[in-house]
């Protein structure tokens, strides 16, 4: 019975944060049961383009690592913000969610072929987070229950403790970067003098929304109505990993 009430209540989250959650999960739960390797998802250009695994274009979106408090803390962000996206300034508009989706995963694909960076998922998440906080402004987030500050300065505050961890903030500096240009084209220029809406949804993902991607459920839960969001921080992958990874990326350009 419990089951059944976790799966009636997962079927209420809207189509796109439901889709890509649920990815998330079985990727990593392939990983561990060792039916998918990590080499076998992250993005690798060689790979791609001259060996044609294109589903790295993708499956670098979906692993946040092996399964634990970094990958938990990691879906708790994706499925919060992304939620609140869709039930709120995305409400009724799947097929524009879909589209910044797709505008985000191209833009920080061409950017991460600068950085050499293998899993863009955590980039993705800064992204969502960022859109979400500038536009909600007024809404009070409280840090740890340590200090509570307006919503905008939520992506940085994440990115100044992943500095403090002694991490790389090159991911989370992508993420609020794309996040910031989907803002301003979407958000700002269109309301500027001469300005006008430049990411215009395909018109294959626009026609028929209800049908290709699914009805968008009204907002679900008094917590995503109040003012006050709690706030747990996704910790970066182990950075062990990703040496292997880089390893492996140089072997297979040789």
């Known amino acids: 019975m419990a089951w059944q009430g976790l799966a009636a209540e997962f079927l209420q989250v809207p189509a796109v944060t439901r889709a890509y959650t649920a990815a998330c999960v079985l990727t990593t739960a392939a990983v561990q049961l060792e039916l998918l390797s990590p080499f076998q998802l992250y993005f690798n250009p060689h790979l791609v383009f001259r060996k044609f695994q294109v589903w790295r274009l993708v499956t670098n979106f979906l692993f946040f690592g092996p399964l634990g408090f970094s990958f938990f803390f990691n879906m708790l962000f994706v499925f919060r913000y992304c939620r609140m996206l869709e039930e709120g300034s995305f409400r009724g508009r799947t ?84 996040g910031h240009i989907y803002y301003f084209l979407e958000d700002v220029f269109p309301n500027q003098p001469g300005g006008k809406r430049l990411l215009l949804t395909p018109g294959f993902l626009d026609q028929e929304p209800q049908s290709l991607i699914g009805a968008v459920p009204a907002p679900h839960g008094p917590h995503f109505q109040g003012a006050q969001q709690s706030l747990t921080l996704a910790l970066p992958w182990q950075q062990g990993t990703c040496q292997q990874l880089r390893a492996a990326c140089a072997h297979s350009l040789q």
């Open 95 to 178: 097929a524009d969610f879909v589209f910044m989706f797709l505008f985000g995963g191209v833009v920080m694909t061409l950017l991460g072929l600068l950085g050499s960076l293998f899993f863009l998922g955590q980039a993705l998440v800064a992204m969502l987070v960022y859109v979400w906080s500038r536009r909600s402004p007024r809404v009070r987030v409280n840090f740890f229950g340590l200090v509570t500050f307006q919503a905008p300065f939520l992506p940085w505050a994440l990115m100044g403790f992943s500095l403090l961890l002694g991490n790389s903030i090159l991911v989370d500096l992508l993420g609020i970067a794309v």
